[in-house]
């Protein structure tokens, strides 16, 4: 049992914070749609808070920004979504018997199996450039909210 734990924990210890390495897989996605517009989302593996699947999503819009030499971005839009995945065991039947003198008996079990695993996705729509307000709503500081983000994303890491 403690290796079934180990080895289960073993599997869910991987990098959190990475760029998904194909569509559907976790990690974050960002699409350039103009000279001053992005898509940035975050797919969070089950087991992953939606509360830290949306940081990380701001923690790499910052990345954006300062990659293209700005210095804070708009959030225009932003979802977060559950996404849900029910893995289906299939039913199962068991009988038993048993006996252990003076006494025996027999067992009959039904189980419907499977389980649901939650996992968050957020995408945002951000703006960048000249245009973007010094403050305004949902203006963030790039600098900044990299800096207050790093120590958790660092410590997803591990």
């Given at each position: 049992?403690?290796?079934?734990?180990?080895?289960?924990?073993?599997?869910?210890?991987?990098?959190?914070?990475?760029?998904?390495?194909?569509?559907?897989?976790?990690?974050?996605?960002?699409?350039?749609?103009?000279?001053?517009?992005?898509?940035?989302?975050?797919?969070?593996?089950?087991?992953?808070?939606?509360?830290?699947?949306?940081?990380?999503?701001?923690?790499?819009?910052?990345?954006?920004a300062?990659?293209?030499?700005?210095?804070?971005?708009?959030?225009?839009s932003?979802?977060?979504?559950p996404?849900?995945?029910?893995?289906?065991?299939?039913?199962?039947?068991?009988?038993?018997?048993?006996?252990?003198?003076?006494?025996?008996?027999?067992?009959?079990?039904?189980?419907?199996?499977?389980?649901?695993r939650?996992?968050?996705?957020?995408?945002?729509?951000?703006?960048?450039g000249?245009?973007?307000?010094?403050?305004?709503?949902?203006?963030?500081?790039?600098?900044?909210?990299?800096?207050?983000?790093?120590?958790?994303?660092?410590?997803?890491?591990?």
């Amino acid at each position: 049992m403690t290796l079934a734990a180990a080895l289960l924990a073993g599997c869910a210890s991987g990098p959190v914070y990475r760029a998904a390495p194909a569509p559907g897989d976790y990690g974050y996605r960002d699409t350039q749609l103009t000279a001053q517009q992005f898509r940035v989302s975050f797919a969070g593996d089950s087991g992953v808070a939606r509360e830290t699947v949306e940081n990380f999503a701001l923690f790499r819009a910052a990345e954006v920004a300062i990659a293209h030499g700005a210095p804070r971005f708009q959030v225009t839009s932003r979802e977060t979504a559950p996404i849900t995945s029910h893995s289906d065991y299939g039913p199962s039947a068991n009988v038993g018997y048993g006996w252990g003198f003076p006494y025996w008996g027999t067992g009959v079990g039904y189980s419907t199996g499977g389980a649901s695993r939650t996992r968050y996705e957020t995408s945002l729509l951000i703006r960048i450039g000249p245009d973007v307000p010094a403050q305004a709503a949902d203006v963030f500081d790039a600098r900044e909210v990299k800096a207050n983000l790093a120590a958790m994303v660092a410590a997803r890491q591990t």
